[in-house]
């Protein structure tokens, strides 16, 4: 009998890159010494792939003429300044692991998303191959 449970990929997206603004170097001392541990421990626990922060330059790339402009377009508060790759049983799960981020209290975002194997596009091609003309 197989005790092991599907497990599934999730990325947490962190928003709010300034949180830190108007704290003290000792509470962002203490914040990023809870934020290490929490995240060593997902990481010991086989519950966390990884995870990086994101710097606050971008370039946005979009449309047929594939314009380049500067970004992010959103507010400071509201740009990913991070992530982690969980592997983990559930989206619930995952959102119960964004509800330890040790810095919501001062302001930080968590978007909890799934991983899916294909693209919603993809998965049409695949139920129903484009046909070849000679």
């Known amino acids: 009998m197989n005790n092991t449970s599907a497990k599934s990929d999730y990325l947490l997206l962190f928003r709010g890159a300034d949180w830190h603004r108007g704290l003290s170097p000792d509470e962002i001392q203490k914040t990023m010494t809870v934020w ?7 990481v010991e626990e086989g519950r966390c792939k990884g995870g990086q922060s994101l710097g606050p330059d971008s370039k946005i790339v979009s449309g047929k003429m594939k314009n380049v402009v500067d970004g992010p377009y959103a507010e400071a508060k509201e740009s990913v300044a ?3 790759l ?3 049983g559930s989206l619930e799960e995952a959102a119960e692991i964004a509800k330890e981020c040790p810095t919501l ?4 975002t968590v978007e909890v998303r799934p991983l899916l194997a294909r693209c919603a596009a993809s ?3 695949v139920a129903k191959p484009a046909t070849v003309h000679a």
């Open 105 to 108: 209290g001062y302001g930080t």
């Open 123 to 125: 998965e049409m091609a």
């Open 36 to 42: 290490m541990a929490w995240f060593n421990r997902l």
């Open 86 to 88: 969980l592997t983990v």
């Open 82 to 84: 991070g992530y982690f």
